[in-house]
C-alpha cells in the first residue's frame, strides 16, 4: 500500500476489505492521502501454517489448499534474489495480453524440522494485461512511479532502490509472508495480489532475520526427478519426485547439457536448456536467470553440478502434474565435476588419476566410483576447497592426506570413510543411502550449518565443532566414545534437531548444544552429556543405550542426565504440553518426599550442582517414572493418589495430566476407569523402584475398591435419573 494510489480505488472501499475489516469512504481517503493502512490486519492473531500445506495437491495436480483460507502467515528463508529471477525495471504497457512489465518474485524456504519444500511470492506491474482484464481495464495496472512504491514498500530490489542491502530482502533472510490471498498457477500455490492492485489484496513481507544463512542445497540426481520413460515423476503424497522439492535449493548432480550450443549459453534462457543426466540419459530442464553472469563467463563443460531453485511450470494451469525444472541465478553455481580414474598410485596431485587429465581446481566436485578399483586415496593437495564429495559403485571408500574444505555436500551411496579433517564453509547435507555407512574420522568444524539426510548413518569418531545447527532429518548419527559435539550461531548456542532420526552418544561423549526431538526420533547414551545453554526439548525418546522408551514416553528410571553449563542457567522440557522445569543459580530441589512432574509421569527428585571454585560444571538431574496411580510422585500408591483421582473423576475437559490422576495421558485426556484400573493395580505398593515393581506383589486395595465402585454407582444413579428429567427412558 502507498501513497499515490489512484482514486479510482474509492470504487472498493465501501465493500469489506478483503473480507476481513469494513472500510468507509471517508477513511478510505484519509488512509491515501497518507501511507494507506485502509486493510489493516492483526496479523498477531494470525495462524503461521506450513509451506507444506500451502502447497499440498490433489490426485490430478490441483492445488488441494482450500481457496478461502486466508489470511494466513508463512515464515522461510528467501532462497533468490528477486532480480537474478525476474526483471524489475518498471515497463508499463497497455497491452498486449500478458506483458506484465515490471516483475519480482521471492522463493522462500521453509526451517520448520516437521515441514517441507517452499512457496514463492510474486507480484507483477501491468495486472490489466492479464486476461481477466483484458483489454480495456489498465485501471488495474500500476505506473512506473507506482510499480516502484510497490517495490519499495516490500523492500524489494529495483533499478535505483533507496534500500542498501542491510534494507532489502535478500536470499539468506528469514522472513514472514503476510498474505492476505493467493492463487495456484501451473503447479505452484503462489502468494500474489491475485491480479489486483487494490490494497486489499497485498501480502506484506517482515524481515525477521537479516543473513539467517540460506538453506542447506539438497544433493539430488535426475533418478529422483524423471522416471526410466524420461517423465516427470510426479507424487501427491509429496514424498518423492519434483514435488518433494517445490520451491527450495537443490544441487543437480553430475549433469551436462544436451543438444547444446555456445550460442543458447546467455542470460533469460526461452526456451529453457535441457540437462542430462550421461549414466541414465534422463533430462531435465533449467533456465538461466536474468544475472549478467551468464552474459560475461563462459559455459561449463560437463559433467558439472548445478545448485537453483527448484521450480514448476506446468503444461496445465491448474491440474498440474509435469513441468518442474530448475532456475539457476548465476553462473557461480555450477561446479565442475571430477571422477576418481586412478588404478596405479593413490595422490589426487596426479593429473591422469583424474577422468579430465588435469587435477581438480577449487570449487569443483570429487565422484568416487566404479571407475576404478583403487579404493583409497590421499588428498595431497594443500589448501583445496571443493563443493562435492560423492562415493558410489563400491564399497570401502578411504580418503586420507590433507585437511579439506566442503561447500556444498557430501554423498555416500556406498560405505566410505573420510580419514582427514573437515572444514565446512557452507551450510551443506550429507547423504547416506539406506544400510550404508560414513565413516567420519577427522575433526569437524565450521562456520555452517549441516543437514543429515538419506537413510543410513554417520560415524563421527572425531570431534564436531559447528558455528550453526545441525539437524538429523533422516538415519542415525553415531557420536564416538569421548567425542565432543557442539555447534553455535552467532547469536546463541545452536541446537541440533532430531527429525524421524536418531542421535546417539559412546561412552564419555560429549553434547555442548542444545537438543531437539522431534516425533519418532531419539537419542541413546550410557550418560547423556548436553550443555545447558540450548534448551532440551523432549517429544522424542530420551534413554540410556539398550534400553527402549517407557509407556510414559519420557525418561527410563535411573537415567542420568547430565547438563554441563558454566552459567548455571538452562532449562529442561517435558513432552509437548506440559510446563518446563526451569532450574538456575539457586537450587530448585524439590522438598524431601516431594518431586517435580516435569511430564507423562516422569519427576524430577533431585538436582545436584557440582562447582569448582563456585563456578557451576554440571548438573545433575535425578529423574524417575512413577508407576501408574503415583499421582504426586513421592514413590506410592495410596490414600493421597486415590484422592486426586477421585477429585477429577469423570472431567473430560482437555488438559487432564498425571498429576490430576491421568495416568495414560499419551492415550486420552480425561480420568476415567482405565485410570482407576491403573491406581487399582499398583495400590499399596510402596517405596517401589522400577526393579521392584517389575516382580512387587500388589495387595488388593480392599475398601478402597468398595468406595469407587459405590462412587461409580451413584454416577450412574445420577446419570440416569437426568436422562428420565429430560423425558427420555
Partial sequence: MFAFRSLWKLRSFSLVCGGFLACGGLQAVLLLSVQSTACAQTWANVDVILHSTYQAVNADGSSA?????????????????????????????????????????????????????????????????????????????????????????????????????????????????????????????????????????????????????????????????????????????????????????????????????????????????????????????????????????????????????????????????????????????????????????????????????????????????????????????????LFGLAFVERDGWQIGGNMLTIGGYIVAENNASIDVDLSLSANQAWDVAETKTLTVSGQVSGDANLLKTGAGTVNLTGDLTLGGNATIEQGTVNVGNHVTVGVRNLHNAGTISVGNGELAFGSGATCNAGVSLGDGSAIEADTIVISAEGSIHLNGTLAPKGVGRTDAGFFESSTLLTVVDNSAKGRLDGVAGDTPYEFATVDPVPAVGESAHIGQGAFLRDVTYHRDQLVTTAVELDVFVALGGDADGDGKVWLSDWGLLRANFGNTGAGKTWTDGNFDPWVDDKVWLSDWGLLRANFGNADYTAAEAAAAVVPEPGTMALVLAAWGTALLVGWRRRRRVGGRP
Fill in 65 to 385: 489448499y482450500p481457496p478461502g483460507d486466508f489470511p494466513v502467515r508463512l515464515v522461510g528463508v528467501v532462497i533468490n534474489n528477486s532480480e537474478d529471477w525476474l526483471n524489475p525495471a518498471a515497463n508499463y504497457m497497455e497491452g498486449p495480453m500478458w506483458a506484465m512489465g515490471g516483475e519480482a518474485e521471492i522463493y522462500v524456504q521453509t526451517v520448520d524440522p516437521a515441514d517441507f519444500g517452499g512457496t514463492a511470492a510474486w507480484m507483477g506491474q501491468n495486472y490489466g494485461n492479464h486476461f481477466w482484464h483484458f483489454p480495456d481495464n489498465w485501471d488495474y495496472n500500476y505506473s512506473d512511479p507506482q510499480w516502484y512504491a510497490e517495490l519499495d514498500r516490500l523492500h524489494l530490489y529495483r533499478p535505483n532502490t533507496p534500500y542498501g542491502d542491510s534494507e532489502l530482502v535478500r536470499a539468506g533472510d528469514l522472513i514472514e509472508l503476510r498474505v492476505r490471498g493467493g492463487l495456484n498457477y501451473k503447479g505452484k500455490q503462489n502468494v500474489n495480489e491475485q491480479h489486483d492492485n487494490d490494497p486489499r489484496f497485498d501480502f506484506e513481507i517482515v524481515i525477521l532475520q537479516k543473513d539467517f544463512g540460506l538453506p542447506s542445497a539438497r544433493p539430488i540426481t535426475l533418478e529422483k526427478l524423471r522416471d526410466v520413460a524420461d517423465a516427470d515423476v510426479f507424487d501427491p503424497t509429496r514424498a518423492t519426485g519434483g514435488e518433494q522439492y517445490q520451491s527450495t535449493r537443490a544441487v543437480l548432480r553430475n549433469v551436462g547439457f544436451r543438444d547444446f550450443d555456445v550460442a543458447d549459453w546467455h542470460s533469460n534462457t526461452v526456451p529453457d536448456l535441457i540437462l542430462e543426466d550421461a549414466t541414465t540419459t534422463r533430462s531435465f530442464p533449467i533456465h538461466l536467470g536474468p544475472n549478467e553472469s551468464f552474459d560475461v563467463e563462459d559455459a561449463p563443460e560437463g559433467p558439472f553440478d548445478v545448485v537453483g531453485v527448484m521450480d514448476q511450470k506446468s503444461s496445465s494451469t491448474s491440474q498440474s502434474v509435469d513441468g518442474y525444472r530448475m532456475l539457476a541465478m548465476n553462473v557461480a553455481d555450477f561446479h565442475e565435476v571430477s571422477h576418481w580414474a586412478s588404478t596405479a598410485g593413490p595422490n589426487w596431485n596426479t593429473g591422469s588419476n583424474w577422468d579430465r587429465g588435469s587435477v581438480p581446481g577449487n570449487g569443483s566436485s570429487l565422484i568416487f566410483d566404479g571407475a576404478t578399483t583403487l579404493l583409497a586415496s590421499s588428498n595431497d593437495l594443500a589448501g583445496r576447497e
